[in-house]
């Protein structure tokens, strides 16, 4: 859409193509470089001058950065490489805030991991308050480690296990056993508050597997059990935002009650303190079931069963390929997939004939945290223009 012309056939604003082709120009450079500007107007059909005019923009917001000479393709001179500015660009930073630890991460415009912190501890009975203050530590901590590698944090945004509502506010977090916390200027600058398993559903979409599929159910197992649901490419999150609350599916309805105040729910089943005995982490499971150890391959093989039978049930309603198992459910996946797949091959009424995927989480336990940094990239990706009118001179 270079002529002013929308697809309805309406006129487009001068600043609307500006923000269109400084988008198409900035995605064509992050799918392969170096390029030459007479590349990128090669592959997106921009004159020559556009792109260089374009290009001049990006370098001076710090969104490109020129280096050596791009690869010839042709007869003449070889232009100057053009490439994503990973050295004093914008950056990410995600904060993962669950039950049992806490979590920093910055990335940078190429979505390489430039800091990364975990501080492990049980935050259950813990107030919000003091939750919050220690996690803008660790942000504090990230923004530093930032500086000091020339980058500038272009946004934040805050992985949580509850549901959360556009503005911020986490409405419930039964785990944690929070309600109506007040995120707001916890941490300073722009910040986005979302679920965990959405965020780490978009941290294996982006960031993840490369060869995974574009529809997809993430199931995060952590001390609760959250759902990212993709669908072609996109985060469904429901009409409200609150999709994704698998862990309290009912698996036997006069079960044991659960801390959301229902009974039977999937967490209380295949929920970390139901897979781990007490004093045992995820790594003492994997190696006891190696073993053959029978109590572990029980609890295993109980917590696949319950998974399987929920996660069909989706599958019917969704009809997505693929499931993705992260948290603590990535590097058990050896155990669990197979009785998630029984259950999947018995109940889900098109398996005989579109058979479904399982597999483990490329990202493991960092989806989440990757999630919620590449957040921010992508936003800066999605809007140059936006990044290049905050970064520019103020004019009097």
Do not use: K
């Not at 500038?152 to 986490?170: E, F, K, Q, R, Y």
């Amino acid at each position: 859409m270079i002529s002013g012309i929308s697809a309805a056939g309406t006129p487009v604003r001068q600043a609307s193509l500006r923000q269109h082709n400084l988008r198409l120009v900035l995605a064509q450079i992050a799918l392969s470089s170096p390029q030459s500007r007479a590349d990128v107007a090669s592959a997106t059909g921009l004159t020559r001058a556009t792109v260089s005019t374009l290009v001049d923009d990006l370098v001076s917001g710090r969104l490109l950065r020129e280096v050596s000479p791009a690869p010839r393709t042709g007869a003449g001179r070889p232009g100057v490489g053009l490439v994503l500015n990973d050295a004093d660009g914008p950056a990410g930073l995600g904060l993962e805030i669950n039950v049992d630890y806490l979590a920093a991460c910055v990335l940078d415009l190429s979505g390489a991991v430039r800091h990364r912190e975990i501080q492990a501890g049980d935050r259950r009975g813990v107030s919000p308050a003091l939750v919050l203050s220690t996690t803008a530590s660790l942000a504090a901590r990230a923004h530093a480690a930032a500086q000091d590698q020339g980058l500038t944090i272009a946004g934040t945004a805050v992985a949580v296990p509850g549901l959360v509502s556009p503005d911020g506010t986490i409405r419930l977090a039964p785990n944690l056993g929070w309600r109506e916390v007040n995120t707001s200027g916890f941490t300073p600058g722009p910040l986005t508050v979302e679920n965990e398993a959405n965020l780490a559903a978009l941290g294996e979409l982006h960031y993840g597997s490369p060869s995974g599929s574009s529809s997809f159910l993430y199931v995060s197992g952590e001390i609760g059990i959250g759902a990212g649901i993709v669908l072609d490419g996109s985060l469904f999150r429901g009409a409200r935002g609150w999709s994704g609350e698998l862990g309290h599916v009912a698996v036997h309805p006069d079960g044991p009650a659960c801390r959301c105040g229902a009974r039977g729910c999937l967490e209380q089943y295949a929920g970390q303190e139901a897979l781990l005995p007490p004093g045992r982490s995820v790594d003492d499971l994997a190696a006891a079931a190696l073993s053959g150890d029978a109590a572990a391959l029980d609890r295993l093989s109980a917590a696949a069963s319950a998974l399987g039978v929920t996660i069909a049930g989706v599958i019917n309603l969704l009809d997505v390929d693929t499931v993705v198992l992260g948290g603590i459910y990535a590097p058990l996946a050896p155990w669990l997939s197979p009785g998630i797949e029984a259950q999947i091959a018995s109940r889900v009424l098109t398996a005989s004939w579109s058979p479904v995927r399982v597999r483990a989480a490329g990202l493991g336990s960092d989806a989440a945290v990757i999630g919620a940094a590449g957040a921010i990239i992508r936003a800066v990706h999605e809007e140059p223009a936006a990044w290049l009118t905050e970064t520019s001179p103020s004019t009097p």
